[in-house]
């Protein structure tokens, strides 16, 4: 591939094609994604191997205290071309630990980080609520304070009541990074980020049964106690933390869609050369090369805007220009285009493959249920065409 401003360095290409090599031969074995009852619960085996190979490790680069935003999606592009369920199993992970490692002190990352970089443990990302998901700013967990739920620190604390929901890795994970009003403001101000450990006492949930086998649960807060040590962050800082935590992974979800748009055209280019119609290939069909070169366009195009958000993410650390090139901006369009354009990429190799690809365990009946979720989670599109408008009037 030659190298220009918008495509990959020789190392980072190599990066990628390791990356999928070892997701065929060390991580596909382990997926379950042919057994729909496996494939809800959190799959231990497959996150320690990631574990094993260092994939974890990468997405908490510098000792846990910097990010990487465009590693990040090519972590996640490589894995989705192979399977979604390693792909899947990594980002949460990511999204669940990443509020610490921007945000927790040394204490907190040295009990967990070597736990959940070696895929020990399982995080999870708590910010949805019944009554609050795209409006994540109308949160109503309670952090009532309790001078006796003061935890080892005694100092005072708090004890969490209410309800999480569509929350992934729950409720198995090991450790929930939880967004709770501390303060009497409504809105973003009043809450605060806490880790919670999943064995603190009056913490339960169920898991949820979704369109694709992911997964994901509700949690209760009856009275969890949690201390001053468990705190992320500052006291009433916790929605700048979810934010943060936010900005960073939304272009990444448009790299997981580039990645299934990718595997999804690959299936369909060689599926249109192979099937006969008519007295040739299909692909000889015009309509049928007019449709390919439209899939094609569409990936390249959302690749390209995927990395160039992760790039300016990366250049300021996050922070930088505001207006439509800046972080937000990119972010917001890079995550969009890409979750629409695998939605239409995904449809489309389904029509070209015909029956066989509604077949149940057919690589795109896998695709066509997995490639919905992405246009709803961490910003819906509708949400994303605000953020650009915003972003466009500055
Ligand atoms: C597979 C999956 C995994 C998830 N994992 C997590 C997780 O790990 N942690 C977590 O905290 N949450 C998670 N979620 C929840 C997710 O973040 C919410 O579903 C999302 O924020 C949308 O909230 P909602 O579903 O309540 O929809 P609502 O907020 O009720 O929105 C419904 C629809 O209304 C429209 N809409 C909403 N707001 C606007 C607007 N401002 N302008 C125009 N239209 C609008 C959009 O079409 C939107 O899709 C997950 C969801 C799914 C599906």
Same mark, same amino acid.
């Given at each position: 591939?030659?190298?220009?401003?918008?495509?990959?360095?020789?190392?980072?290409?190599?990066?990628?094609?390791?990356?999928?090599?070892?997701?065929?031969?060390?991580?596909?074995?382990?997926?379950?994604?042919?057994?729909?009852?496996?494939?809800?619960?959190?799959?231990?085996?497959?996150?320690?191997?990631?574990g094993?190979?260092?994939?974890l490790a990468r997405l908490f680069p510098g000792g846990g205290r910097s990010a990487?935003?465009?590693?990040?999606?090519?972590?996640?592009?490589?894995?989705?071309?192979?399977?979604?369920?390693?792909?899947?199993?990594?980002?949460?992970q990511g999204?669940g630990f990443y509020p610490v490692v921007q945000s927790g002190s040394e204490a907190q990352l040295a009990r967990w980080l070597p736990e959940v970089a070696s895929g020990r443990a399982v995080a999870?990302?708590?910010?949805?609520?019944?009554?609050?998901?795209?409006?994540? %700013?109308?949160? @109503? +967990?309670? *952090?009532?304070?309790?001078?006796? $739920?003061?935890?080892? #620190?005694?100092? !005072?604390?708090? &004890?969490?009541?209410?309800?999480?929901?569509?929350?992934?890795?729950?409720?198995?994970?090991d450790l929930?990074t939880?967004?709770?009003?501390?303060?009497?403001?409504?809105?973003?101000?009043?809450?605060?980020?806490?880790l919670?450990?999943?064995?603190?006492?009056?913490?339960?949930?169920?898991?949820?049964?979704?369109?694709?086998?992911?997964?994901?649960?509700?949690?209760?807060?009856?009275?969890?106690?949690?201390?001053?040590?468990?705190?992320l962050?500052?006291?009433?800082?916790?929605?700048?933390?979810?934010?943060?935590?936010?900005?960073?992974?939304?272009?990444?979800?448009?790299?997981?869609?580039?990645?299934? %748009?990718?595997? @999804? +055209?690959? *299936?369909?280019?060689?599926?249109? $050369?192979?099937?006969? #119609?008519?007295? !040739?290939?299909? &692909?000889?069909?015009?309509?049928?090369?007019?449709?390919?070169?439209?899939?094609?366009?569409?990936?390249?195009?959302?690749?390209?805007?995927?990395?160039?958000?992760?790039?300016?993410?990366?250049?300021?650390?996050?922070?930088?220009?505001?207006?439509?090139?800046?972080?937000?901006?990119?972010?917001?369009?890079?995550?969009?285009?890409?979750?629409?354009?695998?939605?239409?990429?995904?449809?489309?190799?389904?029509?070209?493959?015909?029956?066989?690809?509604?077949?149940?365990?057919?690589?795109?009946?896998?695709?066509?249920?997995?490639?919905?979720?992405?246009?709803?989670?961490?910003?819906?599109?509708?949400?994303?065409?605000?953020?650009?408008?915003?972003?466009?009037?500055?």
């Open positions: 591939m030659a190298t220009t401003a918008f495509a990959l360095d020789e190392e980072q290409q190599r990066f990628c094609a390791r990356v999928r090599e070892q997701a065929v031969e060390r991580l596909l074995p382990l997926a379950h994604q042919d057994d729909p009852a496996l494939g809800e619960r959190v799959n231990r085996p497959l996150l320690e191997e990631m094993q190979l260092g994939l990487a935003a465009l590693d990040l999606c090519l972590l996640r592009e490589s894995l989705a071309r192979v399977s979604t369920e390693a792909e899947t199993a990594l980002a949460l999204l999870a990302f708590a910010l949805s609520e019944p009554g609050a998901g795209s409006d994540a %700013a109308a949160l @109503a +967990l309670e *952090a009532k304070p309790d001078p006796e $739920a003061d935890g080892s #620190a005694g100092s !005072g604390g708090w &004890r969490l009541s209410g309800e999480k929901c569509w929350i992934s890795n729950a409720p198995e994970a929930y939880v967004f709770a009003r501390t303060g009497p403001d409504g809105g973003a101000r009043g809450v605060t980020a806490f919670v450990p999943a064995d603190r006492p009056g913490l339960t949930g169920e898991p949820l049964d979704m369109i694709s086998p992911h997964p994901i649960g509700r949690l209760r807060f009856d009275g969890v106690p949690v201390g001053p040590q468990d705190v962050g500052e006291i009433g800082g916790g929605f700048r933390v979810a934010m943060r935590t936010l900005d960073l992974f939304r272009p990444s979800v448009g790299a997981f869609a580039v990645g299934m %748009a990718q595997a @999804a +055209l690959d *299936a369909a280019v060689a599926h249109a $050369a192979a099937r006969e #119609a008519f007295g !040739g290939p299909l &692909r000889e069909l015009q309509s049928v090369g007019h449709r390919l070169a439209e899939m094609a366009t569409r990936t390249e195009a959302a690749r390209l805007l995927v990395y160039a958000a992760a790039a300016a993410y990366d250049a300021n650390g996050g922070t930088g220009e505001a207006g439509l090139h800046g972080p937000t901006g990119r972010a917001a369009m890079a995550k969009l285009f890409a979750t629409e354009a695998a939605q239409y990429v995904v449809d489309s190799a389904v029509q070209l493959h015909g029956a066989r690809a509604l077949q149940r365990g057919h690589l795109l009946e896998r695709l066509y249920r997995e490639v919905r979720a992405p246009r709803i989670y961490e910003g819906a599109s509708e949400v994303q065409l605000s953020i650009i408008a915003r972003e466009l009037y500055r």
